[in-house]
């Protein structure tokens, strides 16, 4: 009769991950990339107040029903975008003044 070897199973090694971590000073570049990032924000909130402004005004020029409902849409949405980038501004702004 042949026997039957027995497989060993063979365990994955686990791979060592050093709990090592560098330590960094505040470098400059992150202010200043936090400045460009406040700035964009800055931007694209007047931008979208802007166009929301435009479209509320444009919704009551209109007579046209369907348009006026669709420029009303617009301008909801438009205004959420800008609140949003006011959110993040304040967000910023709070995120700098704990830094320091």
Known sequence: MV???????????????????????????K???TK?????????????AILTLILIGLDYLTNHEGLSRLL???????GFIAFAFFLVLL???ALRLMRK
Do not use: E, M, P
Request: aromatic share 8%; hydrophobic share 45%.
């Open 3 to 29: 026997k039957k070897r027995a497989r060993k199973i063979k365990r994955a090694k686990q791979v060592k991950r050093s709990s090592y971590r560098r330590k960094t000073s505040v470098d400059i570049s």
């Open 36 to 48: 460009r990032k406040i700035n964009v924000v800055i931007s694209n909130l007047i931008i979208f």
């Open 91 to 93: 967000i910023f702004l």
């Open 31 to 33: 202010s200043i990339s």
């Open 72 to 78: 009303a849409i617009f301008s909801i949405v438009t």
